[in-house]
Nanobody, 124 residues
Framework: QVQLVESGGGLVQPGGSLRLSCVVSGRTFSSYMAAWFRQAPGKDREFVGVIGTSGRTYYADSVKGRFTISRDNAKNAVNLQMNSLKPEDTAVYYC??????????????????WGQGTQVTVSS
């Protein structure tokens, strides 16, 4: 059984930064692609970015140039560095994982494992 636990959410002013972390347990993390999604109240879950097993990344246009995903296989962790945050980035952020795959998935339906989510609020 794969378990994902996110941390690092909180309240930040517009223009500020936050770093989210997701620790994956239960399987060999290096064989999983990992993604971040977010969901604002009343909206569908939205793709943020993904990192493949090779370290290749892909981002949503709305966060490109501001957010960076990285992985640390030794720590079984995937991180999301968020800079230049905007009020519209406010959402619950979820970490998700899918075993293997050479294609980076952007649909939440492709991911088998999910964390519980962490709240990010961008407000002055």
């Amino acid at each position: 059984q794969v378990q994902l636990v996110e941390s690092g959410g909180g309240l930040v002013q517009p223009g500020g930064s936050l770093r989210l972390s997701c620790v994956v347990s239960g399987r060999t993390f290096s064989s999983y692609m990992a993604a971040w999604f977010r969901q604002a109240p009343g909206k569908d879950r939205e793709f943020v970015g993904v990192i493949g097993t090779s370290g290749r990344t892909y981002y949503a246009d709305s966060v490109k140039g501001r957010f960076t995903i990285s992985r640390d296989n030794a720590k079984n962790a995937v991180n999301l560095q968020m800079n230049s945050l905007k009020p519209e980035d406010t959402a619950v952020y979820y970490c998700a994982a899918h075993e293997g795959g050479s294609i980076l998935f952007v649909s939440p339906n492709r991911y088998n494992y999910w964390g519980q989510g962490t709240q990010v609020t961008v407000s002055s």
